[in-house]
């Protein structure tokens, strides 16, 4: 990947045509504020193409009943659509087998399956947690939780002002008491693409497992959890044009089997006596209760649609949109980018100097500009960068040229007001 | 529709820029914190109350220029107040804020805080223009902290 400060604002070209994909984004032909929508809140949660929201439909319309419980037509169809999307999750992601796809509410919810299943078996007191100085609230509060509990400890790996990990730093917070690392992949709040890996296979040396926040990578990158070699990903369909309510954690059989279930209840068990229960296989022994059926299947459909858009080409798309945005905003006098790695992800998070961004973000919508201003739940990066809060604006692959130059005419047009 | 015009109007810019009443008081017998939670926006509020009048209030805070505007004019409304007055003021705001009274048409005490009224058509920033004054409630209830998330508006 090219340094976006290397080239500046280049004239766009790129892989994919977003003006032919956008008819197929019902929400993306709204107006607000009387001005045509520009979203450019994707890493908060993307917007959902037709084929993705039909297959909701078709599935309420004709397919629904509860799954893996009866043996009428209508459950036989929900349970093998209801696999097939496990099937598609596990292809998309390139896992072994359908038993390491757990189907949850979202990445919180892997995150926390982890922190019960895994954490309380296998942390105690005195063991060590590496997390890093740019995680999503929901990748360090369960981890305080457990700490709290269990008389563990947090150890943070620092960055650098670019928004990079320090490489030297991590590999020198391990030690015997090490349990597990939990990691972002792609940062919410600056972009970052941690070089996620090496650091696998640093910890592996280790003989440490290694927990991916995948939330903000599935959207955006092919990931393969055979080549990352990673033990643990937690992702959520919403950010990938799926539903609310729906998410994936990958987790290695072998690990899997030795963890606690997280939630009891009906599907994780195969018997159940007063005195005693024995737990469903894998992955059911994780999937307690009535499933998001319908969530689960659409978000099979919309990992579906991003296959047929291709990974690479929304990938080299979005990067075109970054170094182009990326470009015009340094130009921009009292812009301040706040995240600037060498491998980022079409996230710019930014300050203007004099205004706070929540003024800047209500500025931009009367514009039709969507963005978001606050902490992005990643509040140590804020304090870590010394300013309260961000403006950020997050792309997709269906946003176009022509919306970064939209950002870039409402900004303008914010700093007069506040001139 | 909202215009840009409508809601950031001179006088909020004016008080964004140079902020009334700015700072701590050495001498306070009240203060509170307020937090609000969504954009990790905080003020901190002091009072010198002295037979039950507002002697003299000071507030702190980093927060967007809706809230720093608000907090400004709100402690330039109150000083030399009593409490019962500033409190009447607090729900007058607080209802002009999320649309209960119509300040076109219904009687009010809040002269140039109506500026604020703007911002009754979007929701989010209506907890900014509030949490001075649910600050200032807090404060009066001997309460250490107030947030946008909790009590009524
Ligand atoms: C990096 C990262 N991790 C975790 C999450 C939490 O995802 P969810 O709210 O879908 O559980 C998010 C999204 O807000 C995120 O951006």
């Not at chain 1, 078709?58 to 659509?81: C, K």
């Not at chain 1, 097939?84 to 995150?111: C, K, S, V």
């Not at chain 1, 945005?325 to 301040?336: D, N, Y």
Request: aromatic content about 6%; proline content about 5%.
């Amino acid at each position: 990947m090219t340094s976006p400060a290397a080239k500046k604002s280049a004239p766009p070209v790129s892989a994919l045509e977003p003006e032919r994909l956008r008819p197929d984004f019902p929400i993306l032909q709204s107006r607000v504020h009387g001005k045509p929508l520009v979203y450019l809140d994707n890493a908060a949660s993307s917007q959902m193409p037709r084929a993705v929201i039909e297959r909701w439909v078709r599935y309420q319309e004709r397919e629904h009943a509860n799954v893996h419980r009866a043996v009428h037509a209508l459950s036989e169809t929900a349970t093998r659509e209801y696999e097939a999307a496990r099937h598609t999750a596990m292809r998309f992601i390139n896992a072994r087998e359908a038993r390491e796809i757990i189907f949850t509410r979202g990445t919180t919810e892997g995150i926390n399956l982890v922190m019960h299943g895994f954490g309380r078996a296998f942390i105690n007191q005195g063991d060590e947690i590496i997390l890093s100085a740019m995680e999503h609230h929901s990748n360090i509060v369960p981890w305080q939780m457990l700490c709290e509990e269990r008389g563990a400890r947090l150890r943070v790996i620092p960055m650098n002002d670019a928004g990079e990990l320090l490489l030297d730093e991590y590999e020198k917070l391990f030690n015997p008491r090490t349990k597990l690392v939990a990691l972002v992949h792609v940062s919410n709040a600056l972009g970052t693409v941690n070089p996620v890996r090496g650091m696998i296979r640093a910890a592996h040396q280790h003989g440490v497992p290694v927990l991916l926040d995948g939330a903000q990578a599935t959207p955006h990158m092919r990931v393969d959890v055979q080549d990352l070699d990673c033990d643990f990903y937690a992702f959520s369909g919403h950010k990938m044009c799926g539903p609310t309510g729906i998410g994936v954690l990958y987790g290695k059989a072998g690990l899997l089997e030795k963890m606690q279930p997280y939630q009891g209840g009906g599907d994780m068990i195969l018997s159940v006596t007063f005195e005693k229960t024995t737990y469903n296989a894998l992955p059911y022994k994780f999937e307690a209760g009535t499933p998001p059926i319908a969530a689960a299947i659409t978000l099979g459909a919309a990992m579906d649609y991003l296959t047929a858009v291709g990974m690479e080409r929304i990938a080299q798309h979005e990067q075109a949109l970054l170094s182009y945005a990326t470009g015009q905003l340094r130009e921009i006098k009292g812009v301040k980018l706040i995240g600037a790695a060498r491998d980022k992800a079409a996230v710019l998070s930014f300050t203007l100097e004099g205004i706070h961004p929540h003024d800047a973000g209500t500025l931009l919508d009367l514009e039709g500009v969507a963005i978001r201003a606050g902490h992005h739940c990643a509040q140590p990066v804020m304090q870590r960068f010394g300013v309260p809060a961000t403006a950020r604006a997050s792309f997709a692959f269906y946003n176009t040229f022509a919306e970064v130059d939209a950002l870039i005419a409402g900004i303008h047009k914010v700093q007069k007001v506040f001139a | 529709m909202t215009d840009a015009r409508q809601l950031y109007q001179e006088v909020i810019l004016d008080h964004n820029k140079k902020p009334r009443n700015y700072g701590v008081l050495a001498d306070a017998n009240r203060s509170a914190e307020g937090h609000n939670p969504l954009c990790g926006d905080h003020i901190s509020l002091s009072l010198r109350v002295e037979h039950d009048a507002i002697r003299d209030i000071a507030f702190q805070g980093e927060t967007c220029a809706i809230c720093k505007a608000s907090a400004s004019m709100m402690t330039v409304a109150v000083k030399g107040k009593n409490v019962g007055d500033a409190g009447s003021l607090i729900q007058e705001f607080r209802d002009m804020a999320t649309g209960k009274l119509d300040t076109q048409t219904q009687a009010h005490h809040l002269g140039r805080l109506n500026v604020f009224a703007g911002v009754r058509e979007l929701p989010t920033r209506v907890k900014c223009a509030v949490l001075p004054w649910h600050t200032l409630n807090a404060a009066f209830h001997n309460q250490p902290s107030a947030t946008t998330e909790s009590g009524e508006f």
